[in-house]
Antibody, heavy 118, light 112 residues
């Protein structure tokens, strides 16, 4: 059974940092590109970042470029999102998702909530 | 960025009746390989998004056949053949052709 479990969310002050993790199981992690998608409270969905299966290619939305870093550890079957210089507008539920087939995400985690507030 | 525009944004439907959601992209979604990476997602209240349709018209495993997708170029449609109570939620189209992938605003489906 495919599972994606996010963790690491919480309350952080503006300007602070946080690292999200997404532990996966049930598939060969290194064979799939992975994504982080966020949803602000009561709002729609926004693709934040993506990474290729081998970690060699990364992609960012302009809204987070230079502040967020996506990475993965294929030996630990875990995806990460290092978030820095956090802003109130970064407050959202962050989902990790598997890309398959290309151009879309088939499996999603349950999400982890990031709250940015002083 | 590719702008995805959905209509309507709110869709009250009668149980057993059909429903249709439109999604228009600001530019062609045809990728260099000839595929159109247009997806449809359902998000029930309090749940993660669930993909229903990929590449315009392909249903994901376990998705009831009352859901269907169609379209080409820049105009796409999600149809629900006969709406059931479990179909209540917000539906999003999403393009995966050009980075950043972008979603429509969402269409809230509710029962009349």
């Amino acid at each position: 059974e495919v599972q994606l479990v996010e963790s690491g969310g919480g309350l952080v002050q503006p300007g602070g940092s946080l690292r999200l993790s997404c532990a996966v199981s049930g598939f060969t992690f290194s064979s799939y590109d992975m994504h982080w998608v966020r949803q602000a409270p009561g709002k729609g969905l926004e693709c934040v970042s993506a990474i290729s299966g081998d970690g060699g290619s990364t992609y960012y939305a302009d809204s987070v470029k230079g502040r967020f870093t996506i990475s993965r550890d294929n030996s630990k079957n875990t995806l990460y999102l290092q978030m820095g210089s956090l802003r109130v507008e970064d407050m959202a539920v962050y989902y990790c998702a598997r890309e398959f087939p290309p151009g879309g995400c088939d499996y999603w985690g349950q999400g982890t909530l990031v709250t940015v507030s002083s | 960025d590719v702008v995805m525009t959905q209509s309507p944004l709110s869709l009250p439907v009668t149980l057993g009746q059909p429903a249709s959601i439109s999604c228009r992209s600001s530019q062609s979604l045809v990728y260099s390989d000839g595929n159109i990476y247009l997806n449809w997602f359902q998000q029930r209240p309090g749940q993660s998004p669930r993909r229903l349709i990929y590449k315009v018209s392909n249903r994901d495993s376990g998705v009831p056949d009352r859901f269907s997708g169609s379209g080409s170029g820049t105009d796409f449609t999600l149809k629900i053949n006969r709406v059931e109570a479990e179909d209540v939620g917000v539906y999003y189209c999403m393009q995966g052709t050009l980075w950043p992938w972008t979603f429509g605003q969402g269409t809230k489906v509710e029962i009349k």
